[in-house]
Structures are given as C-alpha cells and as structure tokens.
C-alpha cells in the first residue's frame, strides 16, 4: 500500500517541480519587464508600464529585434521549402544515396553549435564572402533544413496513398493531386515545422554570433547588455514572444480540439 502511494504521489510531484524550476526564468523575465529600472535591470526598483509602452527608448533593442525578424522570416521560409521538398523525396522515392542522406541530415542536429558556427565562418573567410545578414541567413538555413525535414518527413510517412491514388483515378494531374490532396494534408506538418525553425532561427546565438560580421541580432544585444544588466525593454521583447509563442499553441490545440470533435459528431 505504501508503495503505490509513493508511486502514485513521486511521479506528479517530481513533474510539478520540473515544471516549475523551467518557468522561474520566464517569470522573472516577465516580472522584470514592469521593473522601473534606470540603468541597471537587477534589482527591482518599482513597478511601471512605461518599459512596455516606451520599449524602444532603449538603444538598439527595436533594431536588433527587427534584424532577428527579418533573419527568422527569411531563413524560415527557404528552409521550409527546401526540407519539404526533401523530405518527400526521401519518403516518396528510391535513389541513391538515399540512406546516406538521412544519416547525414542528423549531423546539423548533432553536431554542437560552436563546431557548425565555427565551420561556417571558416568556409566564409576562404572564399572571401563578407559577413552580415546574409551569412547569417545561410547559416540558418543550413541549421535549420535538418529539423524542417525530420518534421515533415513523419507527416509524410502517416499520409495515406490511397488519397492521392484515388485522386489520379478521377483524372487529376500531378501537380492537382499534390495542391488539392497532398500538400494540405502536409500543411500541418509543414507549419509545425516553420515554427520550429523560426524559433531556432530567433533564439541562436552561437552560430550568429561566428557569422554575424557586426550586424546585431536580439540574442546578442541581450548577451552585450548582459554585463551592465538585461535592460528592462528586453525583458519586454522577450515577455512579448513567450506570450505570443504561448498563444499560437493554445490556438492551435484548440483548433485541433475542435476539428476532432467535429469529425466525430459527423462520424
């Protein structure tokens, strides 16, 4: 009896601390962006919303937000297009090298962030390409495809062929099965994965950081400001992306939720 009682109350509250102890950065993140700090933002001074209406009187947080914007966009979409296309290549068709390319797609995954950003910067300084925005955006990209295609290729795989057999047996062409049948059954998993990279792409720091040839991404405002203390309007701009992150997922189990029960009652 003892024993299925701890068993029943240790699993709960080992998850409930875990939870915990990963949401106390948040908090303090969320809490400090209302701290009425002058030039330092670790101790709390007061409250104010004046961080958050004024978010941009803080030199170079906006710009630095708006270059990682704009890298996270642009980078997601290449790298979305790409994987897709690969990853239904490499569960749709047989060619050559097929097994090698899905071991070597694990090796951006693997590889750590110093090795790959390193690589990269190296491979920019022998053929004399300039650093800014656009290594960095190709640097993304290439960190990024290998998660875009590991994502997509399992909504790959779970797709029915039946769908887009019976689709040709109504005389539809390739490019109508794959626009009408086949890629809306892969958005899902297509959109999945444009989150995934854009939030990899927003949030690095190491890679950006070898590549980034003076240009100012958020990551690295916050890791300069870091020394003198995270400047409230940071904190602002960080508040801002977990509760938008935090509403997208809500929307999005909520969506789900809603498909299913209607798929059910018309079922």
């Not at 939870?19 to 002058?38: G, K, Q, R, W």
């Amino acid at each position: 009896m003892r024993g299925s009682l701890f068993g029943r109350w240790l699993l709960p509250v080992y998850s409930a601390l875990a939870v915990i102890l990963l949401l106390i950065p948040v908090v303090y993140t969320i809490v400090f962006s209302f701290n009425a700090s002058v030039k330092s933002n670790i101790l709390w001074k007061g409250f104010t919303l004046e961080n958050w209406t004024h978010v941009c009187d803080a030199r170079g947080v906006c710009a630095s937000v708006a270059n990682s914007l704009f890298i996270g966009v642009i980078a997601t979409l290449i790298a979305t297009a790409i994987g897709t296309l690969m990853a239904i290549a490499l569960v749709r068709f047989k060619f050559r090298g097929r097994a090698l390319v899905n071991i070597l797609l694990f090796l951006p995954m693997a590889t750590p962030e110093v090795v790959l950003g390193a690589g990269l910067a190296a491979q920019f300084l022998a053929v004399g390409f300039g650093k800014g925005i656009v290594t960095i955006i190709i640097a993304h990209v290439l960190f990024c495809i290998s998660f875009v295609v590991v994502t997509v290729k399992a909504r790959v795989a779970s797709l029915d062929p039946a769908l887009e057999e019976a689709a040709r047996d109504l005389y539809g062409s390739s490019w109508q099965v794959f626009w009408r049948i086949t890629f809306p059954l892969l958005l899902p998993g297509i959109l999945a994965a444009a989150l995934l990279s854009f939030s990899l792409s927003f949030d690095d720091f190491i890679i950006t950081r070898f590549n980034n040839g003076g240009v100012e991404t958020f990551p690295i405002f916050v890791y300069t400001a870091a020394a003198k203390g995270v400047p409230a309007e940071a904190n602002v701009v960080a508040s801002a992306v977990f509760i938008l992150a935090l509403v997208i997922v809500i929307v999005g189990q909520a969506s789900s939720a809603a498909r299913r029960k209607r798929l059910a009652r018309e079922a």
